[in-house]
């Protein structure tokens, strides 16, 4: 493994990655590290990603991360929860990466759109900024919410409205409406595109 203390819990990502590369699951980065992509400076460097793997396959996922080298235990939610599991991934320093499945209302599509970031020297599949936006406004909490403006405001002249407006609109009419709130805070009225937009001729 790449990591020789505490504090990297990015490193202990790639080896992850390699080993979701070595059984065929599609991943995309989430939570610090996508935020700090995205524009989002924060403190934390939580490792996180969601992953496309069937509940069927997680026992085998967990069994081959455990093959690896990892300590794995894998989590299943409770009826109702929004993620239907986690793949908590540690190692000896007590390094962290946390594996989402099943995250309710997640475009599969998602898994399609990621942008690839090096890191040090890998290519790491990071959530792309307009499913970020949409998952952190579904999350809902104060800081996601702040995430959520922090990132649309710093990709407000790349961003695709309609696929912005199709990735909330997955998670229900609490997060498109929250939606609707964050564009009027922060384009004041106007979508980006649009004539009226600030700046715009």
């Known amino acids: ?28 980065v989430i939570g610090a590290m996508a935020a700090s992509v995205h524009g989002v400076v924060r403190a934390s460097m939580d490792a996180d990603a969601v992953v496309s793997a069937p509940s069927h396959s997680l026992h085998e ?23 239907a599991a986690v793949l908590a991934l540690s190692d000896t320093y007590g390094n962290r990466v946390d ?5 309710r209302g997640l475009d599969p599509a998602a898994f399609s759109r990621v942008v690839e970031v090096p890191f040090h020297g890998v290519l790491l599949r990071v959530v792309s900024r307009e499913d970020f936006i949409a998952m952190k406004l579904y ?14 405001a710093a990709g407000r002249e790349l961003i695709d409205m309609d696929l912005l407006r199709r990735a909330a609109d997955a998670y229900g009419a609490a997060t498109s409406a929250a939606l609707d ?21």
């Open 181 to 201: 709130r964050l564009l009027e805070e922060v384009f004041e009225g106007a979508e980006p595109g649009r004539a009226e937009r600030p700046g715009s001729a």
């Open 61 to 83: 996922l967990e069994r081959a991360f455990r093959r690896a080298g990892f300590a794995a235990e894998l989590r299943h939610g409770e009826d109702g929860d929004p993620i």
């Open 139 to 152: 999350a809902g909490r104060p800081l996601d919410q702040a995430d959520a403006r922090r990132a649309l």
């Open 1 to 28: 493994m790449r990591t020789k203390g505490l504090g990297e819990s990015g490193l202990l990502l790639l080896d992850a990655v390699e080993v979701l590369e070595q059984v065929g699951s599609r991943y995309a």
């Open 99 to 103: 594996l989402l499945a099943g995250l």
